[in-house]
């Protein structure tokens, strides 16, 4: 089964762009630091204001995501993903998700060989392939990414995969071709009727 998770970035960080989008199967909310990526940052405390009724998952383009991790487990975050290019120790943030009862995830960027992160595959819920580069919403989707996740769909068949950036009705098409199931989408989603282009994706 295919799951949409709305990416708030797009229609900003608000109450509002969570509630426009209920009828996904979760909240993408990119938390970045200004350093691995530019931008402003989103604190632990802010998302846990954000009420929803689907579950919250926390995409960390951060460096050191270990410091982050119990922060957000206690904002009511159910799954938190961490960048491969991020972490000294990935089993370590792994061991840390696990310990706050989080549905833990690995993410990928473009420009990172798929290799960095089979060998942690075994031990998460969820890979997430960037198929933009980390940082903004609005951007192509990059094809190139579709080997990526063909690649690591034949190797890992249950593992859930979830592809991040520029997916619309097209290129979600061509993501579940190669094995994504969780769709991450931000600007298709808010571009007009949300609802509408949930239900599209789908
Ligand atoms: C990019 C973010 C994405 C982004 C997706 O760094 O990780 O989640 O907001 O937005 P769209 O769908 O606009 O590419
Ligand atoms: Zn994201």
């Given at each position: 089964m295919i799951k949409?998770?709305?990416?708030?970035?797009?229609?900003?960080?608000?109450?509002?762009?969570?509630?426009?989008?209920?009828?996904?199967?979760?909240?993408?909310?990119?938390?970045?630091?200004?350093?691995?990526?530019?931008?402003?940052?989103?604190?632990?405390?802010?998302?846990?204001?954000?009420?929803?009724?689907?579950?919250?998952?926390?995409?960390?383009?951060?460096?050191?995501?270990?410091?982050?991790?119990?922060?957000?487990?206690?904002?009511?975050?159910?799954?938190?993903?961490?960048?491969?290019?991020?972490?000294?120790?990935?089993?370590?943030?792994?061991?840390?998700?696990?310990?706050?009862?989080?549905?833990?995830g690995?993410?990928i960027?473009?420009?990172?060989?798929v290799?960095?992160i089979l060998?942690?595959l075994?031990?998460v819920d969820f890979v997430v392939v960037m198929s933009?580069?980390?940082?903004?919403?609005?951007?192509?989707f990059?094809e190139k990414s579709l080997e990526k996740i063909r690649l690591i769909r034949s190797s890992f068949p249950l593992i859930d995969i979830e592809v991040d950036?520029?997916i619309?009705?097209?290129t979600a098409k061509l993501a579940i071709e190669a094995g994504a199931n969780i769709l991450v989408?931000?600007?298709?989603?808010?571009?007009?009727?949300?609802?509408?282009?949930?239900?599209?994706?789908?």
């Amino acid at each position: 089964m295919i799951k949409i998770s709305a990416s708030i970035m797009a229609n900003g960080f608000s109450q509002k762009s969570v509630d426009l989008a209920q009828s996904a199967d979760s909240i993408h909310i990119d938390v970045m630091d200004g350093k691995f990526v530019e931008n402003r940052i989103i604190s632990a405390e802010e998302v846990a204001k954000l009420k929803s009724n689907i579950p919250k998952e926390v995409h960390l383009m951060v460096l050191e995501p270990e410091n982050y991790i119990e922060d957000f487990a206690k904002a009511g975050v159910e799954r938190i993903s961490f960048h491969i290019e991020t972490a000294y120790n990935p089993e370590k943030v792994i061991s840390l998700m696990e310990f706050h009862e989080l549905e833990t995830g690995i993410a990928i960027s473009p420009e990172t060989d798929v290799d960095d992160i089979l060998k942690y595959l075994d031990s998460v819920d969820f890979v997430v392939v960037m198929s933009v580069h980390p940082g903004k919403s609005g951007q192509v989707f990059i094809e190139k990414s579709l080997e990526k996740i063909r690649l690591i769909r034949s190797s890992f068949p249950l593992i859930d995969i979830e592809v991040d950036g520029g997916i619309n009705v097209k290129t979600a098409k061509l993501a579940i071709e190669a094995g994504a199931n969780i769709l991450v989408s931000g600007s298709f989603i808010y571009s007009g009727n949300p609802d509408e282009n949930i239900g599209e994706l789908r």
